[in-house]
């Protein structure tokens, strides 16, 4: 008897100290299937009993796999009073290759998950009829890539073509080309879609192109574009819905809605064989280039050429299979002779895309002036440039052209001075034409009486007009309540553009002054004077102080460098007087209204 009580005491206490020890937690993990096709994705599911503790460490799958998403759930269960916890962690996984992959054991609270096994169909398999279970069906989503040329120079570029094929609704579908360090990737032209049959089977096929730019020689290794989407799931119910809702009040409320997982698709690697530049490829400039010309015009195209007035050559430089950015400055090869500088403007850059090729266009501006008269002659521009197409150098070439220089346009010769009147003039000498070279011959005595009579005549008849003048003078309004036309220097147009002249030369603003002294010409002129530019209101003056203002203004727009707009606004307070006036230019009235 007490031998049975001291055995029930031992295994008593055994139990009490047994279930003081706490279990050690238990961590397992499966796939939801052991089989995929390329580009479909699969789940991970690790569990491990209790809820505390740190989250699996998932690194270890980074080298064969894009986690594309996690989820964590928890459960609680209490059988007979007795209470248990287990948390679950689901990892979407995408691989990124094809082949018999493993997925290593991985770290979960002090222990590690079982190895597990993975099987993936390869991309480039021929469509099959049948679908994987429970993803995509094979071969039913591939990507193929084509170059050409399939071994371009270095820094030309090269059509990639990603051809995507789909034989299944694909939701929210993106397509991307992975960045590369040694390749400059830029993507031309819209996507353009159409439908085939290819193994008995019709495929939606979406084209996209891009230029791809190698920027060293030898063998370079691109990733494969990338296919991100959504494709239709037939494991079951939408993704979210409790177990068994569907037939809680006897219908499913999620009937009709299409349950998706997430696709990742890898394309093959891209290969590219990058020639160096050849041997025969001449210039300090590197340009490959289906075509390229050069091409030029000149303001003004005609006319003489005169010290101190600009010439301005627009030279275009446009390449096929080439971007704005790689190609040279033409002003830099311009090297203008002795008497002559050269003021280059910023260039305009632009960068096309026409059918499948990038076209590169700089446009320059270069203005030359002439500080001599005489012949100089500007000598001609060579571009050299691989010719891809045909392989070989080839060399575009602007000619030389020779200029004939005149001296300065002098001012406006100055209307003649009137001509001095004799001491004592006599009636005849006043009634002579101011060129007759003939003596004049006094009049005849006997002609003396009708002179006079024809005198008061003309007297009288003068004063009644003077009279009628007045008399209808007094029957028109006032002239302060008629309008009368503003003088020409105070017209709206010229006296707006004064102001902006005057506020430009105060802010030493080059451009603007002589933009604001062509318009205020123009207001006041004419817009034929204004076109002549500011030579043309040179010839307006002979003011040499006022020729060397305009020329140094002319030398800060096209040369740069800081200017000092005071002087030219003080010696140009007034456009100058022309040569030459109307009456009714004068804005007097007629004599006879």
Not at 174 to 193: E, H, K, W
Not at 284 to 289: E, G, I, R, S, V
Not at 298 to 305: C, L
Not at 544 to 555: F, G, K, P, V, Y
């Amino acid at each position: 008897m007490r031998l049975r009580r001291l055995l029930f005491a031992m295994f008593a206490t055994c139990a009490v100290l047994l279930g003081a020890v706490p279990a050690r937690a238990a961590v397992d993990a499966w796939l939801d299937h052991d089989r995929i096709a390329a580009g479909d994705t699969v789940r991970l599911i690790l569990q491990r009993d209790g809820s505390g503790g740190d989250d699996p460490d998932l690194s270890p799958l980074k080298a064969d796999f894009d986690i594309l998403g996690t989820g964590s759930t928890s459960s609680v269960q209490i059988v007979n009073g007795s209470m248990s916890s287990t948390r679950r962690v689901t990892v979407t996984l995408s691989p990124t290759h094809a082949g018999q992959l493993t997925l290593p054991p991985l770290a979960w609270g002090g222990e590690h998950t079982p190895p597990l096994q993975l099987t993936v169909g390869g991309a480039g398999a021929a469509p099959t009829q049948g679908s994987t279970p429970g993803g995509a069906s094979a071969g039913a989503v591939f990507i193929e890539s084509t170059l050409s040329p399939a071994r371009p120079y270095v820094q030309a570029a090269t059509r990639l073509t990603v051809r995507l094929y789909a034989a299944e609704p694909l939701y929210q579908a993106s397509l991307s080309l992975p960045a590369a360090t040694d390749v400059l990737v830029q993507r031309i032209g819209d996507d353009q879609q159409n439908r085939i049959e290819r193994g008995g089977r019709s495929y939606q096929v979406v084209t996209r192109t891009y230029l791809l730019f190698p920027q060293k020689s030898g063998t370079l290794q691109l990733a494969g574009p990338v296919l991100d989407a959504q494709v239709a799931d037939s494991r079951g119910p939408l993704a979210g819905a409790p177990p068994g809702f569907g037939n809680l009040f006897g219908r499913n409320p999620f009937a009709g809605m299409v349950a998706t997982r997430p696709m990742r698709l890898h394309g093959d690697p891209i290969s590219l064989e990058v020639r160096p530049r050849p041997a025969a490829a001449t210039g300090t400039d590197w340009l490959p280039a289906r075509s390229l010309t050069l091409s030029e015009t000149w303001a003004p195209g005609s006319g003489p050429v005169h010290v101190g007035d600009p010439i301005t050559r627009h030279v275009t430089l446009r390449a096929e299979g080439l971007t704005a950015a790689q190609l040279p400055d033409p002003g830099a090869r311009m090297t203008p002779p002795d008497g002559v500088k050269a003021y280059p403007d910023q260039a305009q850059q632009d960068t096309a895309v026409q059918g499948d090729q990038v076209v590169g266009t700089r446009r320059q501006a270069i203005a030359f002036i002439a500080d001599h008269a005489g012949t100089v002659t500007l000598p001609a521009v060579h571009v050299p440039w691989w010719d891809t197409a045909a392989d070989a150098p080839r060399d575009a070439t602007l000619p030389a052209r020779t200029l004939t220089v005149l001296p300065a346009a002098a001012g406006a010769p100055a209307p003649p001075p009137p001509a001095r009147r004799a001491a004592t003039p006599t009636p005849a000498a006043q009634a002579a034409p101011p060129h007759a070279s003939t003596p004049p011959v006094p009049a005849p005595a006997g002609n003396t009486d009708r002179w006079r009579v024809s005198a008061f005549a003309l007297a009288a008849l003068w004063l009644a007009t003077l009279a009628l003048w007045a008399w209808r003078a007094r029957r028109r309004p006032r002239a302060g309540n008629a309008p009368t036309p503003p003088p020409i220097e105070h017209r709206p147009a010229a006296a707006e553009a004064r102001q902006a002249f005057r506020r430009a030369c105060a802010a030493n603003d080059a451009a603007a002054a002589r933009r604001h002294l062509l318009a205020w010409h123009g207001a006041v002129r004419g817009d034929a004077a204004a076109s002549g530019g500011l030579a043309a209101l040179m010839r307006e003056t002979d003011d040499a102080a006022l020729h060397a203002h305009l020329r140094e203004l002319d030398r800060a727009c096209f040369g740069g460098g800081p200017w000092q707009g005071a002087a030219l606004a003080k010696a140009l307070d007034r456009l100058p007087a022309p040569p030459a006036m109307s009456a009714a230019q004068t804005g007097l009235p007629s004599l006879y209204p």
